[in-house]
């Protein structure tokens, strides 16, 4: 009797136990995805929603790590200077008053199938109606202001919750968050900064506000978190990007007119006319995001999905890499620091999947196609792209910018973007 009762308490331990255990390991769960709030699955509480990091390990992912061969100072030193000093810090733009110009209408507007007309225009361009719902995001006002109060705020605090461990999420003084990406090497760092630059001269909105940061850890910017750098081995001086922090964000899964099966997004898809308003504005940014990763070379966002489908044919059932949405359906890219100058030094590993996904489409937004025409004809996309980062960046000079040969490699995207256009139009501008 006294044997068998002490193997019941013995095995009503062992329960309580496995309890403990199995509640936090749900606690941590949680509160990870709370960092950015996604929504946990049904059934598993009310506690609010926030990413988890993926930590699934991905070939692709691992050529961020691979150094060039024989590694050149892209770019060299630009010779300007910072004239800066304290930015006013009167304006106010932190990341909880997140801008999107969409009236109450307009957000009406998106449940149901589409009444207002056809959804393309001109053969292959979206139509204004679609563009007048747009939501537009991060507005140029919007992030110049951020922009400024970001470069004087002091940073209280710098904690994992952005990805790989070398970079962290960085609490200001005032409690809004950025992102602070420090690099396996430069080169991502100067990929993430100048992909945002290149968006704006496209006219694209969806990437977060960025700035450049130089670690110095006896400045009033980064004294609080001294010990945290010291900690996490990051070099003195070093050039960081900033981007601001956006909270309450939701994953995406590619749309199925962009998946392997489908014939392409283009004017004559079956069912294009029949979708709701909501769903015909997310293919309108996906658009601009296919433009954006075809001149960028960014393979780490749809490319590396259709490159996956070798192993995994339900790839792209699930969330997109990099990418993410608001409650309000605007479409945020983030981690950029593939394109641009990593993208193109490994761009004969991936070009025939760049190809593959620019092909898929044939329907763009005229705003963005001006851009392109514009940037094609004038031939003059280095001095622009220069001009823009040098003017709104006071550490360009230190982080550096395109080599003469990655530049040639994006005027030759342009022009190949260019040509695929005139195809599209060719093809269906008789419609």
Not at 22 to 43: C, I, N
Not at 223 to 240: E, K, N, P, T
Not at 284 to 291: G, K, R, Y
Request: glycine share 8%; proline share 4%; with cysteine.
């Amino acid at each position: 009797m006294r044997v068998a009762s002490a193997n019941l308490l013995a095995l009503l331990f062992l329960c309580a136990c496995a309890s403990v255990f199995y509640v936090w390991s749900a606690l941590e769960t949680r509160l990870e995805r709370h960092k950015r709030r996604f929504p946990l699955p049904p059934g598993t509480g009310s506690f609010h929603p926030g990413p988890s990091t993926d930590l699934s390990a991905k070939t692709f992912r691992a050529l961020l790590a691979v150094p060039a061969a024989e590694k050149t100072r892209l770019g060299g030193r630009l010779g300007v200077h910072n004239h800066s000093g304290v930015r006013d810090q009167t304006v106010s733009a932190g990341s909880r008053h997140y801008h999107m110009n969409v009236d109450n209408k307009g957000s009406a507007q998106r449940e149901g199938p589409v009444k207002l007309g056809s959804p393309v225009e001109e053969g292959i361009f979206w139509s204004e109606w679609l563009e007048d719902h747009l939501p537009v995001g991060f507005t140029e006002e919007y992030a110049r202001a951020w922009r400024e109060r970001a470069r004087g705020y002091r940073i209280v605090k710098l904690e994992p919750g952005c990805g790989r461990i070398s970079n962290q999420l960085a609490t200001f003084a005032d409690g809004t968050k950025a992102c602070v990406r420090y690099g396996i090497n430069a080169d991502q760092v100067q990929g993430e900064s100048l992909t945002y630059y290149l968006a704006s001269l496209l006219g694209i909105t969806n990437l977060p506000p960025l700035i450049l940061a130089q670690l110095n850890a006896e400045s009033e910017q980064w004294a609080s978190v001294r010990r945290r750098i010291d900690g996490l081995q990051w070099s003195d001086r070093a050039v960081v990007s900033l981007t601001e922090w956006v909270s309450n964000l939701t994953g995406v899964v590619t749309p199925a007119p962009l998946r392997q099966e489908s014939s392409g997004l283009h004017p004559l898809l079956e069912g294009l006319w029949n979708k709701t308003t909501g769903e015909l504005l997310e293919l309108v940014q996906w658009t601009d995001l296919i433009v954006l990763d075809y001149l960028t070379a960014n393979f780490d966002r749809l490319v590396s999905n259709l490159f996956s489908l070798q192993w995994d044919s339900r790839v792209m059932e699930r969330d997109t890499n990099n990418l993410l949405k608001t409650p309000r359906g605007q479409l945020v890219f983030i981690d950029n620091e593939a394109g641009l100058v990593h993208g193109y030094r490994v761009l004969n590993m991936w070009e025939k999947y760049h190809n593959t996904v620019l092909g898929s489409v044939c329907v763009f937004r005229k705003r963005t196609t001006q851009r392109v025409v514009e940037l094609h004809r004038r031939r003059d996309s280095r001095i622009r792209l220069l001009e823009l980062y040098r003017d709104s960046e006071p550490l360009s000079s230190e982080l550096g910018f395109l080599s003469d040969e990655h530049a040639g490699v994006l005027q030759d995207r342009i022009d190949r973007l260019y040509k695929h256009i005139l195809h599209c139009k060719g093809k269906y501008s008789q419609l």
